[in-house]
């Protein structure tokens, strides 16, 4: 019987019968040892290979068995990681350890001053393992309340005939109870550490309060102390069931074409209508519009809310209808820094700049001046920082090159308020006259400037000065700068002198300023030559055509006059003598008569 179920196991398949007949195979092993039988060769190797399958068998199902374990093991854990919600309770009250009766009693508002404690009798020996938690009750789903839980270990004697609790909230009365234990526990457990626990005191998310404990009667010098905040509406499972932390959730859709924002409210108050609007945010969220109201009893719970700029302080706004509702906001826009550098306004009177933040933001402003290379270098002793105060620069020359730069972070933008010289005071004018380059300094205003004759290096944005002088130009009167006699490709070197802040001007000439000819010069003798040449041809060819037109006269009337006699080819006209005769000249005779010989027309 055993040799047929061996066999039996070696013909089966090895994933199912050898997990079935180990136990059989082992026994049958164990009776033939004991029997000194001898196994064939066949039956050896037989029994060796089952003894594989079986050995790999046993370590596939530990390993699935430990892989299933430690599934389970890390799902729970990562069920108990995840779960953030607080302890719910049924009803409040104060629970002692089993043979402790107690029972709450009225506190005494004016309690008596408390009593010289026995010897050994302190805070120490009697309170043990103080403990400060929160629990939930709940009467509905957004409905639920808040408990502050107090759990002591005390040592009890026959001295200590209960507990007060105390919990203190700054601008608020404190809140005690006194809790009284029968004669009969205290003087059966007198010397036993009993445990006392309470979880009646109301408390509000975000709450701080002091706690205090004493004993009853109470002993100077025997009183726990602490301190408990109790956990905010950032909480999840506060924000969904506490009224007092339920704020709606906002989602919103922009569109930026019509500029509206599309917002859809949920998890809001059920029984309440609430309120939505649009506000720039500071210390506090400042309105900008008026409020939108979602009825409690619409289907869709969203809105439309317009804005006219993508600022990052502007945020949406939403409260439930109830007084003192907390809220909610979201920001939109909150990254695009780049809507606050705008509004730059310049007093041309005073000759001040400004610029005030509308949104709270930390930033440096400093006054910069544009190169080519489109690189703003900062002006010295110009730089502000700014939160939500209006910066002001005063006497600032209103130059296309000065400008201004922000910086927050490790971002910098710039804005060039002057650059389309609406404001701008003076300029240089370069005019050209008989070869000469003419500079003239021209300003709306009376004022000072520094004037310098500087050469610019090969390759160098640098300019060396090379001679300076103070220059004081009147409103409205052009100033010629007197550069004669420089060399070429020179530069001036132009700054405003009675301001505070102002850009450096740098004007190259290209052509020196030497005399050199004059294209008119040229130019008219080339006109002159010209215009002769035209009337010459003209007058030639009006000779040629009045020549042209005689002569075919001349042939028309040679034509029409023919000699009967036959000799004579040619009969010379003599009918019109007078239009032949052309000052006493000789006109010859036409092509088309065979006679060679001149006809002489003497005038009369």
């Given amino acids: 019987m055993h040799q047929d179920q061996i066999n039996k196991g070696a013909s089966s398949p090895s994933g199912y019968l050898s997990h079935k007949t180990q136990p059989h195979l082992t026994l049958s092993l164990s009776l033939r040892a004991t029997k000194g039988e001898k196994f064939t060769d066949n039956e050896s190797q037989r029994s060796r290979a089952e003894g594989k399958e079986v050995c790999v068998l046993q370590v596939k199902m530990v390993l699935w068995v430990a892989l299933l374990m430690s599934h389970c093991y890390l799902g729970l854990n990562g069920a108990a990681s995840h779960s953030t919600g607080l302890e719910r309770i049924e009803k409040c009250g104060t629970r002692c350890s089993k043979g402790l009766q107690c029972k709450p009693k009225p506190h005494n508002w004016f309690p008596p001053r408390c009593l010289n404690p026995a010897e050994g009798l302190n805070h120490s020996s009697v309170f043990h393992n103080m403990n400060l938690s929160t629990v939930m009750s709940c009467k509905g789903r957004q409905k639920c309340s808040l408990h502050l839980r107090i759990k002591t270990t005390l040592k009890?004697?026959?001295?200590?005939?209960?507990?007060?609790?105390?919990?203190?909230?700054?601008?608020?009365?404190?809140?005690?109870?006194?809790f009284r234990f029968r004669r009969m526990s205290t003087g059966q457990l007198s010397g036993l550490q009993v445990e006392v626990e309470n979880d009646c005191t109301d408390i509000s998310p975000g709450q701080h309060m002091k706690v205090r404990v004493n004993t009853v009667p109470s002993y100077c010098g025997v009183t726990w102390t602490g301190t408990y905040d109790a956990p905010d509406c950032i909480s999840e499972d506060l924000s969904r069931h506490v009224p007092e932390c339920i704020t709606g959730r906002l989602s919103y859709d922009v569109n930026p074409q019509k500029k509206e924002l599309s917002v859809s409210v949920s998890d809001m108050l059920d029984d309440q209508d609430y309120h939505l609007r649009l506000c720039r945010k500071d210390f506090i969220c400042i309105g900008t519009g008026p409020y939108t109201l979602i009825k409690k009893g619409e289907h869709i719970k969203s809105a439309i809310l317009p804005y006219s700029r993508p600022l990052p302080c502007l945020c949406i706004e939403g409260w439930s209808a109830v007084m003192d509702a907390p809220r909610v906001q979201v920001c939109p826009f909150k990254?695009?820094?780049?809507?606050?550098?705008?509004g730059i306004n310049f007093d041309s009177l005073e000759e001040t700049l400004s610029?005030?933040?509308?949104?709270?933001?930390?930033?440096?402003?400093?006054?910069?001046?544009?190169?080519g290379d489109d690189v703003c270098v900062d002006l010295a002793h110009s730089s502000q920082n700014v939160s939500r105060e209006k910066i002001t620069f005063t006497k600032v020359d209103p130059h296309?090159?000065?400008?201004?730069?922000?910086?927050?972070?490790?971002?910098?933008w710039t804005r060039c308020p002057f650059v389309d010289a609406r404001f701008q005071a003076w300029e240089v004018v370069v005019t050209r006259q008989q070869g000469q380059e003419d500079v003239k300094m021209l300003s709306q205003i009376t004022a000072t400037f520094s004037v310098g004759l500087c050469v610019k290096s090969e390759g160098s944005t640098a300019c060396q000065i090379t001679n300076t002088h103070t220059m004081h130009?009147?409103?409205h009167k052009a100033v010629d700068l007197n550069l004669?006699?420089?060399?070429?490709?020179?530069?001036?070197?132009?700054?405003?002198?009675?301001?505070?802040?102002?850009?450096?001007?740098?004007h190259c000439l290209e052509q020196c300023n030497q005399t050199s000819w004059d294209l008119t010069w040229v130019i008219l003798p080339a006109a002159i030559c010209l215009s002769g040449i035209i009337i010459f041809t003209l007058a030639l060819h009006v000779l040629l055509t009045v020549y042209q037109r005689r002569k075919q006269n001349m042939n028309r009337g040679c034509n029409s006059e023919k000699r009967t006699d036959p000799a004579s080819d040619c009969v010379v006209p003599?009918?019109?003598?007078?239009p032949a005769l052309h000052g006493g000249f000789l006109i010859p005779d036409s092509p088309q008569c065979g006679n060679t010989e001149k006809a002489n027309l003497i005038s009369d």
């Avoid at 990254?335 to 705008?342: G, N």
């Fill in 156 to 178: 009890l004697t026959e001295s200590i005939h209960g507990v007060s609790i105390c919990t203190d909230t700054a601008g608020m009365m404190a809140n005690c109870q006194m």
């Fill in 335 to 342: 990254h695009r820094l780049e809507e606050l550098w705008f």
């Fill in 355 to 371: 610029w005030e933040p509308l949104c709270p933001e930390t930033a440096v402003v400093v006054l910069c001046q544009k190169r």
């Fill in 400 to 412: 296309p090159h000065l400008c201004m730069k922000f910086t927050t972070g490790h971002q910098s």
């Fill in 473 to 475: 130009v009147e409103r």
């Fill in 484 to 506: 004669s006699g420089e060399q070429c490709n020179f530069c001036i070197q132009v700054k405003r002198l009675d301001v505070k802040f102002a850009a450096t001007v740098i």
């Fill in 574 to 578: 003599v009918l019109q003598t007078q």
